[in-house]
């Protein structure tokens, strides 16, 4: 695949996906021209083990990373305001239907960081479970089971938060 075709077929994939991550449409924009950059740097290194798109997903979680430590080193890296509650009925509907976008990804960002980046690449980066397997470098089994666990706590802590 030449490297324009492996841009128009993967580049929404890669920005959705850092959108879910940063929530910032510019930023994510600026990440997904650098994901690119690097996966033409490093084409030669990529060997197939993993579908193109999780292997994109996973430079571009790199690079969202270093990011992230760039701006806590420049002290310009600031958290969510998580204490803002609007109440909600029924939580599995709103994860389900995706009502409420907003609620529901402050939610998914107080989950551990791992279950955080499952949750997100299953349901705004439409991953299987077996491309998510590959993200985490284990197996399909895992990534259902841990994705399962993850909605789980969502939804008890939506509704301990009265959505």
């Known amino acids: 695949m030449k490297i324009d075709q492996l841009y128009l077929v993967h580049e929404k994939t890669v920005f959705r996906f850092l959108l879910s991550l940063t ?3 510019q930023l994510s924009e600026e990440l997904t021209q650098e994901t ?15 579908s193109v798109a999780t292997w994109l997903c996973q430079i571009a979680k790199n690079l969202w990373l270093q990011y992230l430590e760039k701006e806590k ?18 939580p599995d509907e709103l994860i389900v ?3 409420d976008r907003l609620r529901v990804f402050r939610a998914i960002h107080q989950l551990k960081e791992s279950e955080k980046e499952i949750v997100l690449l299953r349901l705004n980066g ?14 399909e089994n895992w ?14 802590r939506m509704k301990e938060d009265g959505y």
Not at 36 to 50: D, E, H, M, W
Not at 82 to 90: E, H, K, T, V, Y
């Open 23 to 25: 929530g910032n449409p």
């Open 36 to 50: 690119f950059y690097q996966a033409v740097k490093s084409i030669a290194r990529f060997k197939g083990n993993s």
């Open 73 to 90: 080193k420049h002290g310009v890296f600031h958290e969510l305001d998580l204490s803002a509650p609007d109440p909600r009925p029924l």
């Open 97 to 99: 239907q995706g009502e």
């Open 126 to 139: 439409d991953f299987s479970f077996k491309e998510i397997g590959e993200v985490f470098r284990k197996t």
């Open 143 to 156: 990534a259902r089971v841990t994705f399962y666990r993850a909605k789980q706590k969502l939804i008890e």
